[in-house]
T-cell receptor, first 114, second 115 residues
Framework: AQSVTQLGSHVSVSEGALVLLRCNYS??????LFWYVQYPNQGLQLLLK??????LVKGINGFEAEFKKSETSFHLTKPSAHMSDAAEYFC????????????FGTGTSLTVIP | GAVVSQHPSRVICKSGTSVKIECRSL??????MFWYRQFPKQSLMLMAT?????????EQGVEKDKFLINHASLTLSTLTVTSAHPEDSSFYIC???????????FGSGTQLSVL
């Protein structure tokens, strides 16, 4: 069985500060891990994905995430927050890159304070 | 916690038939539901946004007559793939926005295979 836990449903950071959004997963098979972002009134956009290649994954808009098997974590980071980063972020796990069930976390709402 | 039930999880059908996928919010009211599609090794792609009691808003390139969406109640939205063809084979997933909290919750998806 697979599941995802996102710690912190709301995170606030100052503009220019480090963004850290936490995601822990459980999976009985080697997982594929994803971070999606949803801006207000829009659908999901893929930020980045881990597919068993490099453990440090770089995504769009300066975001990156590191797969740590020993900690079963896939935390999302960005060195310097922009106002435009304010959105809802979802971590997801799947057994494959597509054609398999997804399990999403409950989301983390990121607020960026000017 | 809030749960979105998506059914069926897998369906195999013959070309030319129609398939209905249900998305239910089990313990909350969903004013808005989203339908996504994913091809292998690609990202989720938003197909349409449906609001209870009104017509769905389709993304560019998504055929309205092919993918019928009905959001008749605050807890149920359905996606019907009409006259399915092999190229419609894909993974479909829904999400529902909680009327009270505004939070978004996801179904676990439906794998459609058209023979």
């Amino acid at each position: 069985a697979q599941s995802v836990t996102q710690l912190g449903s709301h995170v606030s950071v100052s503009e220019g500060a480090l963004v850290l959004l936490r995601c822990n997963y459980s999976s009985s098979v080697p997982p594929y891990l994803f971070w999606y972002v949803q801006y207000p009134n829009q659908g999901l956009q893929l930020l980045l994905k881990y597919t068993s290649a490099a453990t440090l994954v770089k995504g769009i808009n300066g975001f990156e995430a590191e797969f740590k098997k020993s900690e079963t974590s896939f935390h999302l980071t960005k060195p310097s927050a922009h106002m435009s980063d304010a959105a809802e972020y979802f971590c997801a796990v799947s057994e494959s890159q597509g054609g398999s069930q997804f399990y999403f976390g409950t989301g983390t709402s990121l607020t960026v304070i000017p | 916690g809030a749960v979105v039930s998506q059914h069926p999880s897998r369906v195999i059908c013959k070309s030319g038939t129609s398939v209905k996928i249900e998305c239910r919010s089990l313990d909350f009211q969903a004013t808005t539901m989203f339908w996504y599609r994913q091809f292998p090794k690609q990202s989720l792609m938003l197909m349409a946004t449906s609001n209870e009691g009104s017509k769905a808003t389709y993304e560019q390139g998504v055929e309205k007559d092919k993918f019928l969406i009905n959001h008749a109640s605050l807890t149920l939205s359905t996606l019907t793939v009409t006259s399915a063809h092999p190229e419609d084979s894909s993974f479909y997933i829904c999400s529902a926005s909680d009327r009270a909290s505004g939070k978004l919750f996801f179904g676990s998806g439906t794998q459609l295979s058209v023979l």
